[in-house]
């Protein structure tokens, strides 16, 4: 059952999504603030949530996919390319190869589109990393060193990593993401409100 298969071994769309607002969130809170426009702040976050699910694009039931029409065809074809799944995009090689292609396709896209790109490109690797951090305290691991077959994980001892999509996941690690952002936005409150009032134009 390839399907059951692939859903087992990832973890939810949900979690990845959160973890990379969490990423976001902490990016804003720690570093100092630039000017953005309201399109590019909301491009930015719809664009950090693309870049915390795209990682798994080398697996043909990835949310990512399903969020278009024809995509689980696309990651089906994709998927062998890509050598299954946690491989090559789930590694610094991974980083530094979507980051090049994200930034050639964005700067298209910013001949037609009014935003910032390299503040949208920032919030797509903003996402993108934080995916493989959140697979790194997984069972599987991740093959951050690719192509060296060695998939590192935290802790280090397997046993202790929780398991894709199961209970740990749902009830720990899900709402202490919550948690987390309510944490930033709390300490941080006034640098927010610095944000919203005076650095979207
Ligand atoms: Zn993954």
Request: charged share 10%; glycine share 8%.
């Amino acid at each position: 059952m390839p399907h059951l298969f692939c859903y087992t071994i990832s973890m939810t769309g949900r979690t990845h999504d959160l973890a990379a607002f969490t990423a976001l969130s902490y990016v804003v809170a720690t570093q100092p603030l630039h000017q953005v426009t309201l399109a590019t702040g909301i491009v930015s976050i719809m664009v950090t949530l693309v870049g915390g699910l795209t990682p798994d694009i080398d697996q043909p039931t990835a949310d990512l996919w399903r969020k278009f029409p024809a995509g689980s065809l696309v990651g089906r074809i994709l998927y062998p390319l890509l050598g299954g799944h946690r491989y090559i995009s789930h590694s610094i090689l991974g980083i530094v190869l979507f980051g090049l292609l994200s930034k050639l396709l964005l700067a298209k896209i910013g001949q037609v589109l009014l935003v910032d790109i390299n503040v949208v490109w920032a919030a797509f690797m903003i996402g993108f990393i934080s995916h493989l951090i959140m697979d790194t305290i997984t069972h599987e691991g991740v093959p951050w060193l690719f192509p060296i077959p060695f998939r590192f994980g935290f802790p280090p001892l397997k046993i202790l990593r929780m398991k894709t999509g199961g209970f740990i996941e749902k009830s720990v690690i899900f709402p202490g993401l919550l948690f987390l952002n309510g944490y930033i936005y709390y300490h941080n409150y006034t640098k927010f409100l610095d944000f919203f009032k005076h650095y979207i134009k």
